[in-house]
């Protein structure tokens, strides 16, 4: 696509002996975009995107003045056509994107169209790090073991991504074992300046040239804000809208409000990036930044390493924000020339960002924000969060005090903290409160040489003086990348981390996506048998219900450093700030302090381990894989040949009678409630990504297979069978459908006749029945992961509205592009205000016809007793775009017609 160019700003940037094209920020404001060097430099990206891909029809000269015209309110309700330069994915969520894009090819077939259409047309880069169990851990053999049981398990999906790398252009896949993809995108993928050959016009002829932009990418792991770190703009989007992109699909966004996040001063000695995070995120969530931009700037930011942002923009969707940026400065030129990037690639980012007055100095004026917080960094104090929310900060020295608050309001177990029970087998006991897995884990921190050495230095100062994890604790490493694993080894810090049992057990991400494996036998049935809340320290940065372990209900967010501590504590229920750890081999107390290395110890162990040689070689043959990869065989052409008999990889229905036009949406007519949910109902509690349940519908299914409940693996390793994953939507064993109050689990009532039975069960009798359906939801309605399956799960169950009170951002979306409609109450109502208690019929019009983005339609709601009430709703589409996708049933639907037309 060649840029209309409205604003005469294509010029020339020389580096060295290369040129490049590019599009001026400081020309095109010279030409009528008056102001914009004010804008904050995330919106400055965006411009630049709009400036290289004005085409007149998804991006036109008014949407480019109204990125200038945004600087009079700092805010603006224009919808743009966002193009980001490519996209990533792990395994979890980009299996079934696959999966869609191999039955697109079989659907185009039937359509008479070229399956050869269907293919990214922007770089993609798949990196299978969610596999990997912790099933194995506390020797030097858990590494290895946990491997082999992971090609064991996946060997059908491993085939299926194999085929995808060689049927597929534009398309790279990542192996297992090799790291994290945020931390393989942080470290290798992202150049934060992207080259691609393209179209210019020159005295208006269109003319060959290499363009140089910022690089920009869309994930489908919602940590994908990760890289923003690295002054590279990203977020999380679902599985649906990432293959859209992939296609060559904008996508459509609101220019979004910038909150401003000024840092200043330095963190004190013995505070780690991790308690910033958690004290930004709790700032933040208060604020209240969902559907925003958030901007780091101010005189602390230059202080910080390009780790340090990273662990901060790793945490935008806790934070609800929709990314959390840095700009590039002196820093991030060093990060990139440290990580072994390119020299030209390095000099390209420096001079580029100069030339478009988007390199941070001090001397560099703030931005226009549209709201500003402010943080001095000297305030920071050591921390943790949870029992069950990534923002809900506890100070280290308040944990005591606050798990036991925990103990009476959120487990409801008031005068439980003393109790203990024997360990069958075992010469202790367990209590409330004993900290059972203490995981280092996730691309939070795991990213981070800072906290990693901190955590190996904690290990080898506690070894020295004979201190020891607990028995009753599960500990785990799973570093975010081989390089981590190769300075910690290098540096001798691994053997002190073995010592504590945290031996390497995987490369990916393990505990915090709840591949935190089973606890030991005998502890599970002390918790169980007991009724015990059990917890867990990880180094995460998801800790809802349900998601670490099905045994573990109080889940605690914190440092690496701080997990190899209360693996020595073993209990939520010690003080570490005033009570010793233990006894030395001489009896003497031993204290937090006492274990915990300064700032200048651990800057030092940096210089020496983290080097420019270890990313070169861990990087070199990213692609080649480990000898159970290479071992792995493929057959298949174009289109995919699907295996019947496959319980991972199966063939969806959404194309199944699609035709070349779309039928238009009907009217919803006395639809049944399916379920009705309070606030914060997480895309965990829609769509689990944890262990299957051998009662679950989904169980049941696998064991009709003669799938064995030990081989059942998980929900996020089947999300290549839809018939797996619509058993599992709204199965999490602790969600609460307030139809069936005081129960924990997926049931529901069926009505008319008042039978409970499983979520599942119910729907595929409503659809026997030719009964739609509706859901009622609280406040965030799909908060966490930017989980496809949990809109996917929605619509194959037949649910045609959720009706919240408000949506997260990327499950709102990824409902659109599913084809089932959100719905908002107005300010002030809620199912609670209306009295429902699920056995109400809900009738919406308007529906069909001339339905337009967020009007309001009337939902007819009869109750039980025959009496009616009629409800204001707002139609959450929210652009053209979504409305064209939800018209035609989804976003996939909405391709292929125009791929196949």
């Known amino acids: 696509m060649t840029s209309l160019d409205s604003f005469n700003c294509c010029r020339t940037l020389k580096v060295g002996t290369k040129s490049y094209a590019y599009y001026s920020l400081p020309v095109a404001e010279k030409n009528g975009l008056k102001g914009i060097s004010k804008l904050p430099f995330s919106m400055k990206v965006l411009l630049e995107n709009l400036l ?117 252009d ?39 040239a290499e363009i140089a932009y910022p690089d920009t990418l869309v994930g489908t792991d919602s940590h994908t804000t990760m890289v923003n770190g690295l002054a590279v703009l990203g977020w999380g989007v679902g599985g649906i809208e990432a293959e859209a992109a992939m296609l060559g699909q904008p996508l459509s966004m609101l220019l979004p409000e910038v909150i401003g996040f000024k840092l200043t001063g330095k963190l004190k000695e013995g ?23 958030v901007e780091f700037f101010g005189p602390g930011v230059l202080d910080l390493a390009i780790a340090d942002r990273a662990t901060i923009g790793n945490m935008a969707p806790e934070y609800g924000a929709t990314c959390g940026f840095f700009p590039v400065d002196a820093e991030t030129v060093k990060f990139l020339r440290d990580t072994g990037r390119k020299e030209d690639r390095v000099k390209l980012v420096a001079a580029y960002a100069k030339a478009q007055g988007m390199f941070l100095t001090a001397k560099t004026a703030d931005p226009a924000f549209t709201d500003v917080l402010k943080l001095d960094l000297g305030k920071v ?26 103990m009476d309001k959120e487990f409801k177990k008031p005068g439980e903290l003393d109790t203990r029970v024997p360990v069958e087998g075992r010469s202790h006991d367990l209590g409330n409160g004993d900290v059972v897995i203490a995981a280092i884990t996730s691309c939070t921190n795991t990213s981070n040489p800072s906290v990693m050495i901190g955590a190996g230095l904690v290990a080898r100062k506690a070894a020295a003086l004979g201190l020891q994890a607990k028995p009753w604790v599960k500990t785990s490493l799973a570093p975010g990348s081989q390089v981590v694993g190769e300075y910690l080894a290098a540096s001798g810090l691994q053997k002190d981390l073995d010592k504590l049992g945290f031996n390497l057990v995987g490369y990916g991400c393990t505990t915090c996506i709840g ?46 450093p701080l997990v190899v501590a209360y693996a020595i504590a073993g209990s939520m229920q010690v003080d570490m700030v005033k009570t010793p750890l233990g006894t030395d081999k001489q009896g003497k107390k031993v204290f937090l302090k006492d274990i915990w290395p300064t700032a200048k110890e651990i800057a030092s162990f940096i210089r020496r381990n983290v080097t420019k040689k270890l990313f070169a070689k861990k990087y070199a043959n990213v692609f080649k894989g480990d000898a159970n990869w290479r071992k792995i065989t493929v057959t298949g052409g174009l289109t995919y040949a699907w295996d019947s008999g496959s319980t991972y990889v199966q063939d969806p229905p959404y194309f199944v009678g699609m035709q070349p036009r779309p039928t238009p949406p009907t009217d919803i007519i006395n639809a049944r409630v399916m379920g009705l949910f309070l606030d914060s109902i997480t895309t965990d509690h829609i769509s689990p990504a944890g262990s299957i349940k051998l009662n679950s519908p989904a169980g049941k299914y696998l064991v009709e297979h003669h799938v064995k409940p030990i081989d059942f693996n998980q929900y996020g390793t089947r999300r290549g069978n839809h018939e797996v994953m619509m058993r599992g939507t709204f199965a999490n064993i602790r969600i609460k459908n307030q139809m069936v109050p005081g129960v924990e689990g997926g049931v529901t009532i069926h009505y008319p006749d008042k039978e409970q039975m499983p979520i599942y069960d119910a729907a595929m009798r409503y659809k026997q029945e030719k009964v739609p359906l509706v859901i009622f939801a609280g406040k965030e309605y799909g908060t966490g992961s930017s989980r496809d399956w949990a809109a996917k799960g929605t619509v ?24 089932v409609l959100p719905l908002v109450f107005e300010e002030g109502t809620s199912w609670q205000t209306l009295g429902l208690n699920g056995s109400e019929q809900v009738t919406i019009r308007g529906i069909e ?39 035609n049933g989804g976003i996939l639907q909405y391709v292929l017609r125009q791929l196949a037309a």
């Open 52 to 168: 290289r891909n004005e085409d007149g029809r998804t991006v036109t000269k008014d949407d480019i003045l109204a990125v200038a015209a945004w600087l009079k309110k700092k805010s603006s309700d224009r919808e743009i056509a966002f193009r980001p330069a490519r996209v990533l994915m792990q395994d979890f969520t980009g299996v079934p994107a696959v999966v869609d894009l191999a039955a697109m090819r079989d659907a185009m077939t039937v359509l008479g169209g070229d399956p050869k259409k269907i293919n990214p047309l922007v770089p993609v880069d798949l990196v299978i790090d969610h596999s990997v169990i912790v099933n194995y851990f506390g020797d030097n053999a858990a590494f290895k073991k946990n491997v082999e049981e992971e090609y064991k398990q996946n060997q059908e999906r491993y085939r299926f991504l194999k085929w995808a790398q060689k049927a597929f």
């Open 170 to 208: 534009n398309f790279r896949v990542v192996p297992p074992g090799t790291g994290i993809c945020h931390q393989v995108n942080l470290e290798y993928l992202s150049q934060t300046v992207w080259t691609a050959k393209g179209k210019i016009m020159v005295g208006g002829k269109a003319k060959n």
């Open 271 to 293: 505070v780690t990036a991790t308690d910033l995070v958690l004290t930004v995120t709790e700032m933040l969530r208060k604020r209240g930044v969902v559907g925003k931009f």
């Open 381 to 406: 104090e050591p921390s943790l969060a949870g029992p069950k929310r990534p923002q809900d900060r506890v100070a280290l020295k308040a944990v005591k005090t606050e798990f036991s608050n925990a």
């Open 515 to 560: 591949n935190s494996g089973p606890l030991p036998e005998e502890i599970s049935k002390a918790i169980n048998g007991n009724d015990l809340v059990a917890a867990a320290v990880l180094s995460g940065n998801r800790n809802f219900e349900g998601r670490v372990n099905p045994d573990v209900r109080a889940n605690y967010l914190a440092s690496p």
């Open 796 to 819: 194959l169950l037949g649910v045609r509205a959720v009706i919240a009170q408000s949506f997260e951002r990327i499950h709102r979306s990824n409902l659109v592009g599913m084809g």
């Open 849 to 887: 016809g001339d339905l337009r983005p967020r009007q309001t339609l009337t939902a007819e709601i009869e109750m039980a007793d025959g009496t009616k009430k009629e409800v204001p709703l707002i139609c959450r589409i929210d652009t053209l775009d979504e409305l064209e996708y939800f018209k």
